[in-house]
């Protein structure tokens, strides 16, 4: 396991502070209600939910918001989402893989498609870009819940496979099966965490230079703009230099 390794953020998305709470909140709702429709509606019995309720904590939504996500799904109301996954490349040869949840498939891919086409990048077939990830479970934690060394032995304790620290916080990386336990065990020790889900991780990356790299978060925005779009993963590597440079 290595321990100490800088974080690389490969998922971007624009906080809270960059977009209507409206739009985020509705991301959330519709990522709880499938989450509750797919198994029980009680955090306790369901993983899914949970980690769906933890993200819409962390977010600032109300608990009447979530409960009537719950609500909503446990008495058949609201539309079938179906989760599609998108692949293909950005400026830079950049690999990026786009998770979704949609009532119609055709607006979806429509949307998806302009975006990534207008901003440096095409779609490819199924399967394109997902042979250079590994799927994973992703726990992270706030810098707040102990140094490198406190959460490394904690997540070694608890069964992880990886862990990587920075100034930012921590993110710690299980098997898919083991997420859950390794999360319950790291939960008595460091108390809830900011988030519990399945990840793709790059198994190499792409360094972005600084037009490139533009452009790619242009697309990165336009995408998460997408009420259908809820994550957006990609093997890209920007400098702080480049970063502060595009701030």
Request: charged residues 30%; aromatic residues 6%; glycine residues 10%.
């Amino acid at each position: 396991m290595a321990g100490h390794s800088k974080f690389k953020n490969i998922m971007y998305r624009k906080g809270a502070q960059d977009k209507k709470r409206s739009a985020l909140f509705s991301k959330l709702s519709r990522e709880i209600t499938v989450a509750a429709r797919a198994g029980l509606p009680d955090i306790t019995m369901n993983a899914r939910l949970r980690s769906a309720v933890i993200a819409a904590r962390k977010e600032g939504m109300p608990k009447d918001n979530i409960e009537r996500s719950i609500n909503k799904a446990s008495g058949g109301e609201g539309e079938n989402y179906e989760e599609v996954r998108y692949e293909g490349f950005g400026p830079g040869g950049v690999a990026l893989i786009i998770e979704t949840l949609t009532d119609n498939r055709n607006r979806t891919a429509t949307n998806v498609r302009t975006a990534v086409s207008k901003n440096g990048g095409n779609l490819g077939a199924p399967g394109a870009v997902s042979h250079g990830f590994d799927r994973l479970g992703l726990i992270s934690y706030p810098a707040s819940a102990g140094d490198a060394d406190k959460v490394f032995e904690a997540a070694l304790e608890a069964g992880a496979e990886d862990v990587e620290s920075n100034e930012d916080g921590h993110s710690i990386w299980t098997s898919i099966d083991a997420l859950h336990e390794v999360a319950k065990a790291l939960e008595a020790v460091l108390g809830e965490p900011e988030g519990i889900k399945l990840a793709w991780r790059p198994q190499t990356h792409v360094s972005v230079g600084e037009t490139d790299a533009a452009t790619l978060m242009k697309l990165i925005d336009a995408l998460d703009d997408d009420d259908d779009v809820q994550t957006v993963w990609g093997n890209y590597d920007i400098s702080d230099e480049v970063m502060e440079k595009l701030s």
